[in-house]
């Protein structure tokens, strides 16, 4: 079956410090991915895309994923957190192909909380 | 550009009752996906429509349907409210480019439904 599984519900990170959130798919196709954030009773606002060539990929504010198929992850990065990144954070997939739906599968979220 | 808009913001309604959701997509997309997100959990797929037509479906009873009209924005339907069915619904628009449904999906801020 298909599925996206991020392995932290909660994690809690000091401002300027690194972060990294994991992201595991079960999907087997190529797949296109991403990375989305959604503030508390908004909507989800993609941070960055994987849809083939280079691996690792930039997005916005400062953050970056790479994409290694052998691990079938897609973990998000940022160096340095900033206080107004506190947020939940949904990873995404879906699959190429000629049978592809443009359907996507999320995975359960990571809340994120930045201590001063 | 206004984006993916929806409406209303919230909504009350009591079990057994009937709700309509409207979406109206980014200006050049053509594909309205719809998914519920229950709360703690992250986003599931409802369906999506293409060319007025619903043309894939996630597990979802047939309670919930959907229209898209000419001008591409879209309707979400439940009939026979349950309180199972409060939740944030999503909206996203996609273009369907160069025959792929893979594409990035700009999701709308949601109704909030509270089913009492």
């Known amino acids: 079956a298909q599925s996206v599984t991020q392995p932290d519900i909660h994690i809690t990170v000091s401002e300027g410090a690194s972060l990294e959130l994991r992201c595991n798919y079960s999907?087997?196709?190529?797949?296109?991915l991403f990375w989305y954030v959604q503030s508390p009773g908004q909507g989800l606002q993609l941070l960055l895309k994987y849809f083939s060539g280079d691996t690792l990929v930039q997005g916005i504010k400062g953050f970056e994923a790479e994409f290694k198929r052998s691990q079938s992850s897609f973990n998000l990065r940022k160096p340095s957190v900033h206080w107004s990144d506190a947020a939940e954070y949904f990873c995404?997939?879906?699959?190429?192909?000629?049978?592809?739906?443009?359907?996507?599968?999320f995975g359960q979220g990571t809340t994120l909380q930045v201590k001063p | 550009d206004a984006g993916v808009t929806q409406s209303p913001t919230h909504l009350i309604k009591t079990r057994g009752q009937q709700v309509t959701l409207r979406c109206s997509p980014k200006s050049g997309h053509d594909t309205v996906s719809w998914y519920q997100q229950a709360l703690g959990q992250g986003p599931q797929f409802i369906f999506q429509y293409y060319e007025e037509e619903e043309r894939q479906r996630g597990n979802f009873p047939d309670r919930f349907s959907g229209h898209q009209f000419p001008n591409y924005s879209s309707e979400l339907n439940v009939n026979a409210l349950l309180l199972g069915d409060s939740a944030l619904y999503l909206c996203?628009?996609?273009?369907?480019?160069?025959?792929?449904?893979?594409?990035?999906?700009?999701f709308g801020p949601g109704t909030r439904l509270t089913v009492l």
């Open positions: 995404a997939v879906g699959r190429h192909g000629s049978s592809n739906t443009g359907k996507l599968i």
């Open positions: 996203a628009s996609s273009p369907r480019t160069s025959g792929s449904w893979a594409n990035e999906q700009f």
């Open positions: 999907y087997g196709a190529t797949p296109y």
